[in-house]
Structure formats: C-alpha cells, structure tokens
C-alpha cells in the first residue's frame, strides 16, 4: 500500500529549481523523523536532507546552500526546495518517513516510491 505520496518531481534546467513535496497518507497519530534520500543510476541510496520532530535539519554537503527541506505536521508532509540545479543532482529522490499510525504504539518506518528529478545541462 502505498503510504507515501510524492509530486514535484521532473526536468529542469541546470541552475533551475523545483520543489518536492511528499504526503503520508492512511490513518496517522504522529511522523517522526522525515527525510529525503536520492539514488542515481547504479549508485547508493544517499541521505539528502533530514528533518526532525521538533524542526532540526540537517543537509548533505553537496547541497547545502541549495536545498531546504521542511514539514507542515497538520498536513503530515514534508518537502525538499531545490535550487541551483546541477546535472549531478539528477537521480530518483524518495522520501522517507517514520509514521506512527492511531492505535499503535509504535513507528513504522516508510519510503515513498521515489520521484524522478532529471537536471538537464
């Protein structure tokens, strides 16, 4: 089932800018930890951005200065600004989520199925 809805995603042009947004959908108590990692074409899932509870980001190098994430609570989502577009910035990006849901106790930790971001040279 899919718990996790991404939009944003597509081509841009480099040093163009584009905005992901990702929904936790289903019957939802509280998110923890949200983040957004990306994977290009034979490479490792990385972290890009983190994003706590309580508002605390942390960035990859590689875009600080370039990206932010932040999250609206009240609509269970979070989101990744993209600016200064590079061609290297070109992978599948999923977000991720640690989504507690009403009558657990516990967070099920959650990926969305990822959204293609293509940065054109």
């Known amino acids: 089932q899919v718990q996790l809805v991404e939009s944003g995603g597509g081509l841009v042009q480099a040093g163009g800018s584009l905005r992901l947004s990702c929904a936790a959908s289903g019957s939802i108590f509280s998110i923890g930890f949200m983040g957004w990692y990306r994977q290009g074409p034979g490479t490792q899932r990385e972290l890009v951005a983190t994003?706590?509870?309580?508002?605390?980001?942390n960035y990859a190098d590689f875009v600080k200065g370039r990206f932010t994430i932040s999250r609206d609570n009240a609509k269970n989502a979070v989101y990744l600004q993209m600016n200064s577009l590079k061609s290297e910035d070109t992978a599948v990006y999923y977000c991720?989520?640690?989504?507690?849901?009403?009558?657990?106790?516990?967070?099920?930790?959650?990926w969305g199925q990822g959204t293609q971001v293509t940065v054109s040279s």
């Open positions: 991720n989520a640690n989504v507690r849901y009403i009558g657990r106790t516990y967070f099920t930790t959650t």
């Open positions: 994003i706590t509870n309580g508002g605390t980001t």
